[in-house]
């Protein structure tokens, strides 16, 4: 247990670090390119100041910090309104965690040093039949032999992959075997990006962002000593994967979101709606709900650091999260007024922009990423209330 003093000591060590290291500008970028370029060179430059993978062990630059320390630096950097870490969010968490708890000596010596050199993963697990029902995957590899080794040849593809037209490697779930339960037939794999058949497609967003990109597997070789754990054994390498870091998130997030509610009392202000009872009604409700949401994601993040989160705690947070996001960009959308209908250019990489119709069009995203509202409120239901699970195969 780190005591009071000490994370003291590492939120005033933090602040004075950002002030002069946080990049200035990024929130001018309008070239995606750009952007993700400033994103891999803002995450280097965490790595030297030993604040980017506080969750890793004590042996890497930064590691072996508890998760008081973790919840201290997420805090500072929302509060500091510098970059969220979107584009090597899979290396640092998914990747990590994957290679951390699966991966042989050989595949951890080889990748966990690259992702601090800038090595970027995303993640290949979602197919455009098998989004929520991860098991229905229909990615297929053939074990093949080649004179310098066993191979998987791969075809298929894969959809909603954050930031895939700009990785280097892919945590790649292929279906190896029809035979038995769903489950039993999938294998994990590490793919390397620039392997031939592999081709990329950015999806435009509705607000203008390509976040997400396709995957399209084309007769892809990937060496056998490229699998992580046992051929057929990619579903339970894929729950480590699934496990990782979800509370520090949620909690920067909301954090960040109460930051940006200056936005909407600059728009009060702008517009005249100073005196206004029902606009400063209307404001007042989204600061509580703001502040709520906070509240909700720091006592989960205290319980879990207590040892005693339940299960569906993670699940009422992101409901509330997502909520909240809906409710600032609908008022700020409102309070724009006609102004707001106009395309404008958007800030990448960040969910409360300024950009009001953007930001509420994005906000409907959040209901469905990292779960839907209506699969967290089945494990609220199940997992929490303990009632009755939700019936499969019935039809109207």
């Given at each position: 247990m780190t005591d009071q003093a000490s994370l003291d000591t590492l939120r005033s060590d933090l602040r004075t670090w950002l002030a002069a290291n946080?990049?200035?500008?990024?929130?001018?970028?309008?070239?995606?390119?750009?952007?993700?370029?400033?994103?891999?060179?803002?995450?280097?430059?965490?790595?030297?100041?030993?604040?980017?993978?506080?969750?890793w062990p004590v042996e890497w630059p930064g590691?072996?910090?508890?998760?008081?320390?973790?919840k201290v630096i997420y805090e500072e950097l929302a509060a500091a309104d510098a970059p969220r870490l979107l584009l090597s969010f899979v290396s640092t968490y998914h990747a990590y965690a994957t290679l951390h708890e699966c991966a042989n000596d050989a595949q951890k010596a080889r990748y966990l040093p690259a992702i601090l050199q800038g090595e970027t993963w995303c993640q290949g697990f979602s197919e455009p039949g098998a989004g929520s029902d991860l098991a229905a995957i229909k990615c297929k590899?053939?074990?093949?032999?080649?004179?310098?080794?066993d191979v998987y040849v791969i075809n298929g593809q894969k959809v909603w992959s954050t930031m895939a037209q700009y990785a280097d490697m892919c945590l790649l779930l292929v279906r190896t075997s029809t035979e038995k339960a769903k489950q039993a037939g999938i294998t994990y794999l590490l793919m390397d990006m620039k392997t031939p058949g592999v081709t990329v497609r950015p999806i435009e967003q509705i607000q203008g962002d390509e976040e997400f990109a396709e995957i399209f597997l084309d007769n892809v070789e990937v060496p056998v000593s490229h699998r992580v754990g046992e051929e057929g054994a990619g579903w339970a390498v894929a729950?480590?994967?699934l496990a990782s870091e979800r509370g520090l998130t949620l909690l920067e997030l909301s954090n960040r979101m109460r930051g940006a509610l200056g936005r909407v009392s600059e728009l009060i202000r702008e517009h005249g709606h100073s005196d206004d009872r029902g606009v400063l009604r209307d404001f007042g409700a989204l600061v509580t709900q703001v502040d709520a949401v906070c509240t909700l994601a720091d006592r989960f993040l205290e319980n879990r650091i207590a040892g005693i989160e339940r299960v569906g705690d993670a699940s009422i947070v992101k409901n509330a999260y997502s909520r909240a996001l809906r409710a600032y960009s609908a008022l700020g959308v409102r309070l724009g007024g006609m102004a707001e209908q106009y395309r404008a250019a958007i800030t990448f990489g960040d969910l409360n922009t300024g950009n009001w119709m953007a930001d509420f069009m994005n906000s409907y995203a959040w209901t469905i990423a990292g779960g839907s509202e209506e699969v967290q409120r089945n494990i609220i239901a199940e997992r929490m209330?303990?009632?009755?699970?939700?019936?499969?195969g019935w039809t109207l």
């Open positions: 946080k990049p200035q500008g990024w929130r001018d970028i309008t070239d995606h390119k750009a952007f993700a370029e400033s994103q891999r060179q803002w995450f280097l430059k965490l790595v030297e100041g030993g604040y980017a993978i506080p969750h590691g072996g910090r508890g998760l008081a320390e973790q590899a053939e074990r093949v032999s080649r004179p310098e080794g729950q480590a994967t209330l303990e009632m009755p699970r939700e019936p499969k």
